[in-house]
């Protein structure tokens, strides 16, 4: 499997559950969903989730998406980063991981995910 991860909230997972599939707030006016590597789950979350409670991880197979995924960097630096363009399919979602920050307000990644990525 290869596995890429987004970062939501507990409540947009169960909405996209109950759907069948998954699509963020910013879907309309981007056109893709940002996702992660395993190796990148952790700065991006430290970066823009800082302090935030009830997070999850949406642990992607690609191989099961309908749609193209483009390792692409939109906002400058090297770094590539997977976009999905289209809607994500809960078929495609092996597993939700529980995703919440330390005392500190900071993410480290889930013992799970070192087991099923």
Known sequence: MSAIFHITTSEEAGTAER??????????????????????????????????????LLEVDRGHLPCDVVDENLEGGTELFPHIYGRLPMAAVVRVHRFPCGADGRFELPTAIGRSA
Do not use: K, M
């Not at 952790?42 to 409670?53: E, K, M, P, T, Y």
């Open 19 to 56: 759907l069948g599939f998954y699509e963020p707030g910013g879907f309309a006016a981007e056109g893709f969903i940002h996702c992660s590597y395993r190796h990148q789950i952790c700065s991006v979350a430290n970066r823009l989730f800082v302090g935030r409670a009830n997070l999850v």
